[in-house]
C-alpha cells in the first residue's frame, strides 16, 4: 500500500520569502507523485508531477519540487511567495501501473504581508 | 473547454434525511473520481469509474452510500440515511484516461455538505 506524510499542516511565510513544503511517501515499488493547490471554496488544480526522468520538476506559477527516491521525498519550493499562494497544498502518490491516488492531510500556506 | 461540474454547491440536511449530489466531467474523460474531504483531512477516494464500470469502491460505505454512472458521463452520489460524521465537501473528479498512467485529475468545485 502506498501512504503520504505531510509533516507541516500550516507553514506561514512573508511575501517574497522563500518556502519549502515537505512531503514523504511510502511504497515499495515505482510511484508517480504530485502536488495540488486548493484556492479557498475551490477544487483541486494540479501544479506538478513527477513521473520518470530530471528529478527536479518545474511547475506553474514558479513552483518547483524535487523527487529524492533514496528519501522518498518530494519537497515542494518557491524561491519567493506572493500573497496570491495562500492556498492549500496536497501532495499525491500513484503507484506505478495501478489508478489510484492516495492524497496527503495538505498544508496551508498563509503568506504574510 | 468546459471544466468539471457539480451541484449543488452547498446543502444542509438532518441526520437521517437523504441527500444527492450530481457531476459532469470533462467531456470525453473517462475516469470520473468521487472524493470526501473532511476538514483538516486530504481528499479520502470514496469510488472510481473508468466509463460505466467501477474500478474501485474498497472505501465506499456501502451501507449507505451509493454511486452510478450512467452512460459513463454524468455520475450521482447518494447517502442514505446520513449520519453527523459525513459533513464534509464532496470532489468529483475526471481524467481522460485510466489503465495506471499518471494522468491529471481535474477537479469540480465540491458540493459542501452538512449535517445537522
Known amino acids: 500500500a502506498q501512504s503520504v506524510t505531510q509533516l507541516d499542516s500550516q507553514v506561514p511565510v512573508f511575501e517574497e520569502a522563500p518556502v519549502e513544503l515537505r512531503c514523504n511517501y511510502s511504497s515499495s515499488v515505482s510511484v508517480y507523485l504530485f502536488w495540488y493547490v486548493q484556492y479557498p471554496n475551490q477544487g483541486l488544480q494540479l501544479l506538478l508531477k513527477y513521473l520518470s526522468g530530471s528529478t527536479l520538476v518545474k511547475g506553474i506559477n514558479g513552483f518547483e519540487a524535487e523527487f529524492n527516491k533514496s528519501q522518498t521525498s518530494f519537497h515542494l519550493r518557491k524561491p519567493s511567495v506572493h500573497i496570491s499562494d495562500t492556498a492549500e497544498y496536497f501532495c499525491a502518490v500513484q503507484r506505478g501501473g495501478y489508478q489510484k491516488v492516495t492524497f496527503g492531510t495538505g498544508t496551508k500556506l498563509q503568506v504574510i504581508p | 473547454e468546459a471544466g468539471v461540474a457539480q451541484s449543488p454547491r452547498y446543502k444542509i440536511i438532518e441526520k437521517r434525511q437523504s441527500v444527492a449530489f450530481w457531476c459532469n466531467p470533462i467531456?470525453?474523460?473517462?475516469?470520473l473520481y468521487w472524493y470526501q474531504q473532511i476538514l483538516g483531512q486530504g481528499p479520502k477516494l470514496l469510488i472510481q469509474f473508468q466509463n460505466n464500470g467501477v474500478v474501485d469502491d474498497s472505501q465506499l460505505p456501502k451501507d449507505r452510500f451509493s454511486a452510478e454512472r450512467l452512460k459513463g458521463v454524468d455520475s450521482t452520489l447518494k447517502i442514505q440515511p446520513a449520519k453527523l460524521e459525513d459533513s464534509a465537501v464532496y470532489l468529483c473528479?475526471?481524467?481522460?484516461?485510466?489503465?495506471?498512467?499518471?494522468?491529471?485529475?481535474?477537479f469540480g468545485p465540491g458540493t459542501r455538505l452538512t449535517v445537522t
Open positions: 467531456s470525453g474523460h473517462a475516469t
Open positions: 473528479a475526471s481524467t481522460r484516461g485510466g489503465g495506471g498512467a499518471a494522468y491529471e485529475q481535474y
